[in-house]
Nanobody, 119 residues
Framework: QVQLVESGGGLVQVGGSLRLSCAAS????????MGWFRQAPGKEREFVAA????????RYADFVKGRFTISRDNAKNTVYLQMNSLKPEDTAVYYC????????????WGQGIQVTVSS
């Protein structure tokens, strides 16, 4: 099993930046891809970005392209989400997630962390 713990959220003004971290522990060698999702009040959880764990490859939702960057440090078993040019609509609970195969959905989740962008 893999456990995921997010950190780095908080309150930021419009146009500001935050960096979220997700520390993975346990059987991390089984991870295929790590991702970030978010859920705003009254909305469904949505995909933000993902990164392959052992190979090169990233993907992003259209609404964060050019503003957010996902990266990883395998030595620290940590994935990051650098968020720049934040907008009020980026306010949400952000979740880190892992999946363990190409045809497998994300099925391991962190507890979530609040990001609030004030105008």
């Amino acid at each position: 099993q893999v456990q995921l713990v997010e950190s780095g959220g908080g309150l930021v003004q419009v146009g500001g930046s935050l960096r979220l971290s997700c520390a993975a522990s346990g059987r991390t060698f089984n991870i295929y891809e790590m991702g970030w999702f978010r859920q705003a009040p009254g909305k469904e959880r949505e995909f933000v970005a993902a990164i392959r764990w052992s190979t090169i490859g990233t993907r992003y939702a259209d609404f964060v392209k050019g503003r957010f960057t996902i990266s990883r440090d395998n030595a620290k078993n940590t994935v990051y989400l650098q968020m720049n040019s934040l907008k009020p609509e980026d306010t949400a609970v952000y979740y880190c997630a892992a999946r363990f195969g190409f045809l497998v959905q994300f099925d391991t989740w962190g507890q979530g962390i609040q990001v609030t962008v004030s105008s």
